[in-house]
């Protein structure tokens, strides 16, 4: 088994992930257990954005979970599968080279040579354009209501945007004690029929269909965001502690020269592949948030398509 943080640079790998998160681990578990030796580089830590989820639901075969627990499962697995896992580490481009290998770039000046490449990157959260947007960062206004919920316990808070993860966000500040304000462009909630009865029965939801936010108020901290009706035009000012955004994606598909859509997503072909071949995208730097298990087997499937696709260049 190779050893976490080791001594790696100068090495051929056959793959190397870009990425860390549950499409990056179920890519390097996969390709190791395929037999090829895989490199995983991240960023900053192993587990992605799934690493802060309290409770992970709807994973076919696996009772209600714990996000961290999951994703150090994960972890675990890709290393007894043979590969070498590093943290703190930022891949900044990978770069075709002319004798079929890909020199991969890191900060610190690093380097490492692969024979393919699978670039699971992700995403961040995209913001809602508003000025004092960045001001308000973290001090009112935050992406992640698991992770910075507990600050508002009890307090008047929003959720701005739509879907499962904005619902889900809305439930657990309800389990907080907060009055929560659904703020959507939507009609309805749109979230799985079971969380959103679950909503409607709770007391303190305050939907708000048919609204966006239109500006962010407050000193040093965020004391209440502005509310426009779309229909109307007419708007409102809310009272609120914190303001939690779920909107789209900007993927982190910077890094590889290959092609992307209109969202900036990489986009490849059944197998996985981007235009650049040998260069493979899984999960949500090649698609829009969807649920943890779909992107684990996004990953799988291109670890897969690259074994494959090497295995050709060996045995025409
Ligand atoms: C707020 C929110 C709540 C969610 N809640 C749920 C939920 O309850 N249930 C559910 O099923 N799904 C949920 N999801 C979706 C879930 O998080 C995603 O499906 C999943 O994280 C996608 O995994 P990924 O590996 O593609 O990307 P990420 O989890 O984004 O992982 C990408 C990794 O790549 C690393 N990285 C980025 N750039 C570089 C680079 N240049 N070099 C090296 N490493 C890099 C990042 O640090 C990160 O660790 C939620 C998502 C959000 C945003």
Redesign the pocket.
């Known amino acids: 088994m190779n050893r976490k943080n080791g001594k790696v640079a100068g090495k051929l790998y056959d793959v190397t992930v870009?990425?860390?998160?549950?499409?990056?681990l179920a890519a390097a578990m996969t390709a190791g257990r395929l037999g090829l030796q895989v490199l995983l580089?991240?960023?900053?830590?192993?587990?992605?954005?799934?690493a802060v989820?309290e409770?992970?639901?709807?994973?076919p075969g696996i009772e209600a979970t714990g996000g961290w627990e999951f994703t150090q499962i994960m972890v675990k697995q890709a290393e007894a599968a043979g590969c070498l896992l590093r943290e703190s580490?930022?891949?900044?481009g990978v770069r075709p080279q002319t004798n079929s290998q890909f020199a991969i770039l890191c900060s610190g000046k690093e380097r490492f040579q692969s024979r393919s490449v699978i670039v699971?990157?992700?995403?961040s959260?995209r913001a809602l354009g508003l000025q004092e947007e960045e001001r308000f960062a973290r001090r009112g206004i935050h992406?992640?209501a698991q992770c910075a919920g507990g600050r508002y316990k009890g307090q008047d808070v929003a959720v701005a945007g739509n879907g499962?993860?904005a619902a889900?966000?809305a439930r657990h500040l309800l389990e907080l004690g907060c009055r929560v304000f659904f703020i959507t462009g939507d009609a309805q909630i749109s979230a799985d029929v079971q969380l959103v009865k679950e909503l409607e029965s709770r007391n303190g939801l305050d939907f708000m269909g048919r609204t966006h936010v239109t500006a962010l108020l407050g000193d040093d901290f965020l004391q209440a965001v502005e509310v426009a009706d779309l229909a109307s035009g007419g708007t409102r000012k809310l009272a609120v502690a914190a303001l939690f955004v779920?909107r789209s994606l900007v993927p982190?598909s910077e890094?590889v020269e290959a092609r992307r859509d209109a969202g900036g997503f990489l986009t490849v072909d059944t197998n996985g592949m981007t235009s650049l071949p040998g260069v493979f995208g899984?999960?949500?730097?090649v698609r829009p948030?969807?649920?943890?298990?779909?992107?684990v087997g996004d990953?799988c499937r291109s670890a897969i398509a690259a074994a494959a696709w090497l295995r050709k260049r060996v045995e025409p």
Do not use: H, Q, W
């Not at 409770?55 to 994973?59: N, S």
């Open positions: 870009v990425g860390g998160g549950v499409a990056g580089l991240e960023e900053t830590v192993f587990g992605g954005s799934v989820i409770r992970l639901e709807g994973y580490i930022k891949v900044s699971c990157s992700g995403g959260p992406t992640c499962s993860f889900r966000a779920f982190n890094l899984a999960g949500r730097v948030d969807l649920p943890v298990e779909v992107m990953g």
